[in-house]
Nanobody, 119 residues
Framework: QVQPVESGGGLVQAGGSLRLSCAAS????????MGWFRQAPGKEREFVTG???????TYADSVKGRFTISRSNVKNTVYLQMNRLKPEDTAVYYCVATAIGNNWYSGSWGQGTQVTVSS
């Protein structure tokens, strides 16, 4: 079973950039769909972006054009490049790995990394 571990969160000013990493141990990410979710205080966890095992990707409307998901099969790591950050992007960001054909919520979740965007 793959175990994701996130890193790269921090404090950034509005308009700035951050890159989150999700390193996976246990198995290769090539056979998993990978996703990023986030949860702001007092809100439900929400989908941010997903990358399918065969190269597809989807984005929430709120981040489209600003965030980019990518993978490195060599490093067995998934990245989330976040540009033009806004205060409303402030949240704990979670990485999830799920087997082909399964939904996100049945996948393996990381512990999360805090992203704080100041205005």
């Amino acid at each position: 079973q793959v175990q994701p571990v996130e890193s790269g969160g921090g404090l950034v000013q509005a308009g700035g950039s951050l890159r989150l990493s999700c390193a996976a141990s246990g198995r290769t990410l090539r056979i998993y769909n990978m996703g990023w979710f986030r949860q702001a205080p007092g809100k439900e966890r929400e989908f941010v972006t997903g990358s399918t095992w065969n190269g597809g990707s989807t984005y929430a409307d709120s981040v489209k054009g600003r965030f980019t998901i990518s993978r490195s099969n060599v490093k067995n790591t998934v990245y989330l490049q976040m540009n033009r950050l806004k205060p409303e992007d402030t949240a704990v960001y979670y990485c999830v790995a799920t087997a082909i054909g399964n939904n996100w919520y049945s996948g393996s979740w990381g512990q999360g990394t805090q992203v704080t965007v100041s205005s």
